[in-house]
């Protein structure tokens, strides 16, 4: 666990390099969006950012999502929350009323439900659809030979407002092909958001178009539980 005066310095230090990226590769530091993995870590921690300025977040169970965030949404009203790990289709509702933007739409059934479920409700929230661009057997996220035809039904059928794609790449592959492959997939739909890059590869992510970069352990340390 790391201390929560390591976690101003570390999210002061994530910033920088991300600041110094962009510019290198003439992006404007704007178009780049750091989301603070919180998995695992305390809502005291997550505080710790709050307090150094911090407002994006990200969560990947909405579980987890819905016991930190409310809270702290009461006291810093202007933070955002993106849920980035699989979600079921009997959490959609909680998930919708618990964050700012779902990053995992990966499937025509959860497609459908968030569709009735933002209809209902009333919100509006941003969503990305994740690509498997691995085609790992245990991961989420839509097949890249897929992806055309169910990113235009989520936005033609379903009506949804898609605003980008994120990949989680393989943890044992070399993550530029796929962050290549899906600026590509995105570049064919006139998506500009692009959410790629973790702790590990977030400057290579950014060098190659990322606009969210979702980065935990630089921030808030090691994980001690498997999230
Ligand atoms: C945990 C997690 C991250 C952050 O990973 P780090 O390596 O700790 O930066 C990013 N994206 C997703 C989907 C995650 O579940």
Redesign the pocket.
Known sequence: MTSHSHIAANLADVQARIAAQAKAWNRSPDDVHL?A?G?THSAEAMEAALAAGHRLF?E?RVQEAAAKFPALRARYPDLKLHL??PLQTNKIRQAIETCDAI??VDRDKLAQGIAAELAKSGRHIDLFIQVNSGEEEQKAGIHPRDADDFIRRCREEYKLPIVGL?C?PPADEHPAPHFALLGEIAKRHGLTQL?M????D?ELAIQMGATHV???????G??ETK?
């Open positions: 989301v993995v998995k990200g990947n980035i790990g990053q995992t994120m989680i959410s890059g973790m702790s590990g977030y979702r980065v935990g352990t630089a921030i808030f090691a994980r999230a």
